[in-house]
């Protein structure tokens, strides 16, 4: 029977525990929808597409938009089905067999994996016990490993924090390779390495519109860079990869830019009240410029906690077991209910209490 390549055999998938709950803060996804003027937009035009011819291959209409809402060419626009799309046709065209990738964890695991998916070797910078990142670690593994790739997520999941631009720029000075700065949350922070893209620097950031732009269902990323490189992008990605009805969807949704500040701004509003709070809780909470928070509930164990919630119908990302990241949990900011129901269960559970709702377990590790 044939096997799978000796190099995936190991390969783990990316699991997130799916159960049935009430209130569901494990994704960052943004807790509100889309408002109903884009949703009735959508319909429109999406009820005079031409449904027996491929979409526009280029995209051209969507990366126009996305360029004029950063002010940037739209030869330096490049959109795929998810920024985790984006991130793999970066790895294909740039890493690979025989070629390194260089990730500071913790952070987002896809990198690594589809990093390895691809075949190349992925070499691990270890963040501060405070998960700050180093110069002098930055150094020591860039300089070590010569990494054709390597990775910065500012904010970074699932710690929260936003990287200064002294450690964009440290970078940039040293990689040999590419530098990817992966910036699903931006939004959600004051800072963006957008600023330092321009056509002589090998460097990319990325983009999603699965959080802020409340958009998760339709699975829509993208990147700014230099345009030499998004070409070598568009010859590596499927053709015709980005389907009619998404590429209208991420194009209306660039009209509604000031119902999504207002989204975000109530979401860093929420993110303070509920920092606050946690660190009232007695947990050590660590800073976050997304749309999430870590936090440790020192004193009691991460995994019980979880279930406690879990057993309130709350379901939040535990990550307690995961290397460097032990008793931690991370919460996405909901709605203010959705806040004030998990802060008050979360206090219930430290307190030992006992009330418990109805869940069923599908089973399902996604
Ligand atoms: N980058 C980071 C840092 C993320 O947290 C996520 C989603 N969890 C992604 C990329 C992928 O987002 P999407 O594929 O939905 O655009």
Same mark, same amino acid.
């Given at each position: 029977?044939?096997?799978v390549r ?9 699991h997130?525990? =799916?159960?049935? *709950? +009430? ?5 960052n ?11 009735d &937009?959508?319909a ?5 597409i !031409? %449904? ?7 995209a ?9 809402? #950063?002010?940037?060419?739209?030869? =330096?626009?490049f959109?795929?089905?998810g920024?985790?799309e984006v ?8 890493a690979?067999?025989?070629?390194? *990738? ?17 075949? &190349?070797?992925? *070499?691990?910078?270890?963040r ?6 180093d ?5 020591? *593994? ?5 990494p054709?790739?390597v ?8 710690t ?20 990817? /700065?992966d910036?699903?949350? @931006? ?5 963006? @390495?957008?600023?330092?893209? !321009? ?7 990325? +983009?999603?519109?699965?959080?802020t732009?409340?958009? &998760? ?10 345009s %030499? ?9 499927l ?5 009619a009805?998404? =590429?209208?969807?991420?194009r209306?949704a ?7 500040d207002?989204?975000?701004s ?5 993110r303070?009240r509920?920092s606050?709070?946690?660190a ?6 660590f800073?976050?410029?997304?749309n ?6 020192d004193g #009691?164990?991460?995994? &019980?906690?979880?279930?406690g919630?879990v ?5 939040? +990302?535990?990550?307690?077991? %995961? ?7 991370? /919460?996405?900011v ?7 129901a998990?802060?008050d269960?979360?206090?219930?559970v ?10 069923? =377990?599908?089973? @399902?590790?996604?």
């Amino acid at each position: 029977m044939i096997s799978v390549r000796d190099d995936l055999r190991a390969l783990k998938g990316y699991h997130s525990a =799916q159960v049935d *709950v +009430r209130i569901r803060l494990n994704t960052n996804e943004s807790p509100e929808p889309p408002p109903a003027a884009f949703r009735d &937009a959508v319909a429109a035009e999406v009820s005079k597409i !031409d %449904w027996h011819r491929y979409p526009d291959r280029a995209a051209l209409a969507l990366r126009e938009a996305i360029a004029e809402s #950063h002010d940037v060419d739209v030869t =330096q626009v490049f959109v795929a089905n998810g920024s985790n799309e984006v991130l793999q046709t970066v790895l294909l065209a740039y890493a690979g067999p025989g070629r390194t *990738v260089a990730t500071f964890e913790p952070t987002y695991q896809m990198h690594a994996q589809i990093a390895r998916v691809t075949g &190349a070797t992925v *070499v691990e910078g270890e963040r501060a016990d405070d998960f700050t990142l180093d110069p002098v670690e930055v150094e020591r *593994v860039i300089t070590e490993s010569q990494p054709h790739v390597v990775f910065l997520t500012s904010p970074n999941n699932p710690t929260g924090l936003v990287e200064p631009v002294e450690r964009v720029r440290q970078m940039l000075d040293i990689a040999p390779g590419l530098v990817v /700065v992966d910036e699903a949350y @931006a939004q959600f922070s004051d800072w963006s @390495a957008l600023e330092l893209i !321009d056509e002589d620097t090998p460097m990319v950031v990325t +983009r999603t519109f699965s959080k802020t732009w409340s958009m &998760a269902g339709a699975r829509l990323g993208y990147l700014i860079g230099p345009s %030499w490189l998004v070409a070598e992008l568009d010859k590596v990605v499927l053709p015709y990869h980005l389907d009619a009805v998404k =590429q209208i969807a991420g194009r209306l949704a660039l009209r509604f830019v000031s119902d999504m500040d207002d989204r975000v701004s109530q979401i860093v509003a929420e993110r303070t009240r509920i920092s606050s709070a946690l660190a009232d809780l007695g947990t050590t909470v660590f800073p976050s410029g997304a749309n999430f928070l870590l936090f440790r509930p020192d004193g #009691h164990e991460g995994r &019980a906690v979880w279930q406690g919630l879990v057993d309130r119908s709350i379901l939040i +990302r535990d990550c307690s077991d %995961w290397p460097r990241l032990a008793n931690c949990l991370r /919460v996405t900011v909901g709605t203010p209910d959705e806040n004030t129901a998990f802060l008050d269960a979360l206090g219930e559970v430290l307190a030992g209490g006992f009330t418990t709702f109805e869940t069923s =377990q599908n089973g @399902a590790d996604r």
